[in-house]
């Protein structure tokens, strides 16, 4: 009788193990990885952001800057130059423009634009460096950008806008190797930290959407209104030392899924939010610490093996409930702390084993228990009646 309640001990800890290589194995448990580290992003944000030393500053193309720049966006050269020179009277340390700026001239269409737009990159080149943000065509084939513009931003002066989502869409990582081959891309965020820092190499991680709490963003046309009026202290007060990002904050341009929604300004529209929150998110990562590292998966591979013995722990109810609640409770902080201080260890794949195995060996107990109560009850030999 022991040898074969060893047995069935044996076998099923056998499945918890195959369950265990299942998970670490497949995608069967990307959901709820990405559920995880969605949730600890957000409780972190809310309760625990991680200061930030150097933060970015957003300046936005919202809908009040279409109504006040009449003309269409490619035509825009004047405005932009105007920025470019703000950002010069401001002493920004970076700009960087998360607009797609065009493959040829349109001084045929509106004359003298092409000069603004060179004029205000002259006028920042001395005292500012700014990366133009580079797109791709279907293909993955970079758009070109209309070369002048591309020869005064000069060397490491244009970064790419591509970015690299999760299975499910969202974006959470930072990772400059997107080439057809896996070769390297300079990206916006890598190349104006290579401007702050020529030493810098930014390596692929977890963007931290918790640091910094939520951004706020200064309209582009009250940068513009201010340049205009020559008020060089509101300049100097927002983007003084600071990196700058110029993007589009509109409803329904440039769109990208976040984890969490650091669009404090819009707080209804789910996690769908700008595109140059992520592009700032990235940079404050990395420019404050650097990128969240995610362990190596032997790790996540041990703490799988280890929470599968916990299918060894024979329990009454109550109590495998209160194990079960503190191991979660447990292993969930273990991991969001780890996770404020820039280390990432995916926990969902070890969490649902050790709940299995638990739940597996209680539901074992209980019908041993049961199948035991049943053979000790015996039925009464049946007795004739006498007349």
């Not at 559920?35 to 992003?41: F, I, N, R």
């Not at 963007?207 to 209104?225: D, E, H, K």
């Not at 409803?251 to 300004?265: C, K, M, S, T, Y």
């Given at each position: 009788?022991?040898?074969f ?5 044996g076998s099923?800890?056998?499945?918890v193990?195959a369950?265990a290589a299942?998970?670490?194995?497949t ?9 995880v580290?969605d949730?600890q992003q ?5 309760y625990?952001?991680?200061p930030?030393r150097?933060?970015v500053v957003?300046v ?7 109504q006040?720049f009449?003309e ?5 050269h004047g405005?932009?130059g ?5 950002m ?6 970076v700009v960087?423009?998360?607009v797609?700026l065009?493959?040829?001239s349109?001084d045929s ?7 603004k737009?060179?004029?205000g990159l ?6 500012v460096?700014?990366?133009?943000g580079?797109?791709a065509?279907?293909?993955g084939q ?21 970015l690299?989502?999760?299975?499910d ?12 081959a896996?070769q390297p891309?300079?990206?916006?965020a890598?190349?104006m930290?290579?401007k ?6 930014p390596?692929p991680g977890?963007i931290?959407?918790?640091m910094g709490?939520?951004p706020?963003?200064?309209p ?5 209104q201010?340049v205009?009026?020559g008020?060089v202290?509101?300049l100097?007060q927002a ?6 990002l110029?993007?589009?904050?509109l409803?329904?341009?440039?769109r990208?899924?976040?984890p969490?929604n650091?669009a404090?300004?819009e707080?209804?529209?789910?996690h ?11 940079l404050?990562?990395l420019?404050?610490?650097g990128l ?11 703490l799988?093996?280890l929470?599968?013995?916990?299918w060894?722990l024979q329990?009454?109810t109550?109590?495998a409930?209160a ?7 447990i292993s969930?902080?273990?991991t969001s702390?780890?996770?404020h201080?820039?280390w990432?260890l995916?926990?969902a794949?070890p969490?649902l084993v050790?709940l299995?195995?638990?739940?597996g060996r209680?539901?074992l ?12 009850v015996r039925?009464?030999?049946a007795?004739?009646?006498r007349?």
């Amino acid at each position: 009788m022991r040898d074969f309640t060893q047995r069935v001990v044996g076998s099923g800890y056998a499945v918890v193990l195959a369950l265990a290589a299942l998970l670490l194995g497949t995608s069967l448990a990307w959901p709820l990885e990405f559920g995880v580290l969605d949730a600890q992003q957000s409780v972190l944000l809310r309760y625990a952001p991680p200061p930030v030393r150097k933060d970015v500053v957003i300046v936005g193309i919202d809908e009040a800057t279409l109504q006040q720049f009449a003309e269409p966006f490619a035509l825009w050269h004047g405005h932009i130059g105007t920025f470019l020179r703000g950002m010069a009277l401001a002493k920004a340390s970076v700009v960087g423009l998360d607009v797609v700026l065009p493959s040829r001239s349109f001084d045929s269409v509106l004359p003298g634009s092409d000069a603004k737009l060179l004029g205000g990159l002259v006028a920042a080149r001395p005292l500012v460096p700014v990366v133009l943000g580079t797109s791709a065509d279907d293909t993955g084939q970079p758009l070109p950008i209309y070369a002048p513009f591309v020869t005064l931003a000069g060397a490491g002066g244009t970064g790419s806008l591509l970015l690299a989502p999760d299975a499910d869409h969202v974006v959470r990582r930072f990772n400059e190797n997107l080439g057809a081959a896996g070769q390297p891309i300079p990206s916006l965020a890598g190349q104006m930290l290579r401007k702050l820092n020529p030493r810098a190499v930014p390596q692929p991680g977890l963007i931290n959407y918790a640091m910094g709490g939520f951004p706020r963003y200064i309209p582009l046309q009250q940068v513009n209104q201010w340049v205009d009026a020559g008020d060089v202290a509101p300049l100097a007060q927002a983007f003084a030392g600071k990196p700058v990002l110029l993007g589009s904050v509109l409803p329904f341009e440039d769109r990208q899924i976040q984890p969490v929604n650091l669009a404090g300004w819009e707080p209804d529209n789910g996690h769908n939010v700008p595109g140059v929150l992520v592009h700032a998110q990235a940079l404050r990562s990395l420019l404050n610490g650097g990128l969240a590292v995610q362990v190596g998966e032997s790790w996540v591979v041990v703490l799988a093996l280890l929470c599968s013995l916990l299918w060894f722990l024979q329990l009454r109810t109550h109590t495998a409930i209160a194990v079960a609640l503190v191991f979660t409770l447990i292993s969930l902080g273990a991991t969001s702390l780890l996770l404020h201080h820039g280390w990432y260890l995916p926990v969902a794949v070890p969490l649902l084993v050790g709940l299995l195995a638990l739940a597996g060996r209680w539901l074992l107990t209980a019908c041993w228990k049961w199948a035991s109560a049943a053979a000790c009850v015996r039925p009464l030999p049946a007795t004739s009646a006498r007349r």
